[in-house]
């Protein structure tokens, strides 16, 4: 098994949609989770960094963990054309220099 | 802030040539910098951890013989890739690990597609 499981799509959706993107994880260890979106043939960028339980919401995109499920997700809202991209989830142990590990990436494609 | 490049961007080779990756950190010393390789549709898979002045700790089933790291300054990091076969065409991805204060938070370069002939 995995230590991060996630659903590798590709996930198509019309435009102005609300867009879930999940992962789930076998470590309880994890304790910073980051989803990162990654164009094609583009290095990843960092959409959202979170620590623990909770959600964080950042413009069109919300983050939320859950920690007793071992869930994550990734909520965009008002989807666009320019989010067609490949979402990776990625997370770590607590504190200091720690290894990350991530999801294989979900690819979306936002339709106009 | 927070910008890392990689050079070259794409890169082709004959079979047996030796390849070099230069990962930099524009606006920010690292003291770690990652490598990572990715094929197409699958995720990122750690080669390397490159702590600057020390050796490279590579991941499991990592030659690191094939894969040379040398991290010589705060801001720079090179991949060789030794006697580069078709097999290791790749994405070749590095990050550096961000001052913000945020534990883990990485900044990953543009990339660079090496294939092998």
């Known amino acids: 098994q995995k230590e991060v499981e996630q659903d590798p799509g590709p996930l198509s959706v019309p435009e102005g949609a609300i867009v879930s993107l999940n992962c789930t994880y076998s470590?309880?260890?994890?304790?910073?989770f980051m989803w990162y979106r990654q164009y094609s043939r583009k290095g990843p960028e960092l959409l959202m960094y979170?620590?623990?339980?909770g959600n964080k919401e950042d413009g069109r995109f919300t983050a939320q963990v859950d920690k007793s499920s071992k869930y994550i997700s990734l909520f965009i809202r008002d989807s666009q054309p320019s989010d067609s991209a490949t979402y990776l989830c990625?997370?770590?142990?607590?504190?200091?220099?720690?290894?990350?590990?991530f999801g294989t990436g979900t690819k979306l494609q936002v339709i106009p | 802030g927070a910008v890392v490049s990689q050079h070259p961007s794409w890169v082709i080779c004959k079979s047996g040539t030796s390849v070099k990756i230069e990962c930099r950190s524009l606006?920010?010393?690292?003291?770690?910098m990652f490598w990572y390789r990715q094929f197409p549709k699958q995720s990122l898979m750690l080669m390397a951890t490159?702590?600057?002045?020390?050796?490279?700790?590579?991941e499991q089933g990592v030659e690191k013989d094939k894969f040379l790291i040398n991290h010589a300054s705060l801001t720079l990091s090179t991949l060789t890739v030794t006697s580069a076969h078709p097999e290791d065409s790749s994405f070749y991805i590095c990050?550096?690990?961000?001052?913000?204060?945020?534990?883990?938070?990485?900044?990953f370069g543009p990339g660079t597609r090496l294939t092998v002939l």
């Open positions: 990050s550096a690990e961000g001052t913000s204060g945020r534990n883990n938070e990485q900044f």
């Open positions: 470590n309880s260890a994890f304790q910073y």
């Open positions: 990625a997370m770590t142990n607590s504190g200091g220099y720690q290894k990350v590990t």
């Open positions: 606006d920010f010393q690292a003291t770690t």
């Open positions: 490159s702590n600057e002045g020390s050796k490279a700790t590579y």
């Open positions: 979170t620590y623990s339980s």
